[in-house]
């Protein structure tokens, strides 16, 4: 059963654009969700994560953005920079299980 | 500092081998984890460790057997390889808050054909 989702496999952006990856969950007992980034041949890095009680997190360049009715996250990158060019995995937790989402390859083009 | 090493890179194993993936922190992390990521999926959670002496299952842990003797290392043991095993084996650590709230540390990986 595939509680997280990431609908979209693969996105490209322009450099200096905004780049928008999306995820949908299934499971409403999720309470904290996290977004990891990672790059060939290495292990996921992290990046932003948000708590249920929240519905926005801003790191730098990075915002999450939470919509827990719709059971949605989201994750801005602004501006876009070709070295973010990786596959962007979202995460959910609920009680020491977490899972991930399949990864969207994001390239951003200079 | 090292953060979390895995050993080895790569492997090729012939079905009903055995075989054990090292992991190893040096962060002194509570928390120690095993994921498989199989291709076009995300990662899945096989074990996980609060503390030496301390595991549980994850999502996916038929096939695998797991132990924790040091806070440093927690090995991942495979009895009898399969090819439905084949995918790459990511080791992560993180600190006394656990999984979410403490941010979790990966190792490279390692890249596991089960022939």
């Known amino acids: 059963d595939q509680q997280v989702k990431q609908n979209s496999p693969s996105l490209s952006v322009q450099e200096g654009r905004i780049s928008i990856l999306n995820c949908d969950y299934t499971n409403s007992m999720f309470d904290y969700f996290l977004w990891y980034k990672k790059y060939p041949a290495e292990g996921p890095t992290f990046l932003i994560s948000i708590s249920s009680i929240k519905d926005k997190n801003e790191d730098g360049r990075f915002t999450v953005f939470l919509n827990k009715s719709a059971k949605h996250l989201s994750l801005h990158i602004v501006p876009s920079q070709p070295g973010d060019s990786a596959v962007y995995f979202c995460a959910a937790i609920n009680n020491n299980d977490m899972r991930f989402g399949a990864g969207t390859r994001l390239t951003v083009k200079p | 500092n090292a953060g979390v090493t895995q050993t080895p890179k790569f492997r090729i194993l012939k079905i009903g081998q055995s075989m054990t993936l090292q992991c190893t922190q040096d962060m002194n992390h509570n928390y120690m984890y095993w994921y498989r990521q199989d291709p076009g999926m995300g990662l899945k959670l096989i074990y996980y460790?609060?503390?030496?002496?301390?595991?549980d299952k994850g999502e996916v842990p038929n096939g695998y057997n797991v132990s924790r003797s040091t806070t440093e290392d927690f090995p991942l043991r495979l009895e009898l390889a399969a090819p439905s095993q084949t995918s790459v084996y990511f080791c992560?650590?993180?600190?006394?808050?656990?999984?979410?709230?403490?941010?979790?540390?990966f190792g490279p990986g390692t890249r596991l054909t089960v022939l």
């Open positions: 992560a650590s993180s600190g006394p808050t656990g999984m979410g709230t403490d941010t979790q540390y």
């Open positions: 460790s609060v503390g030496a002496g301390i595991t």
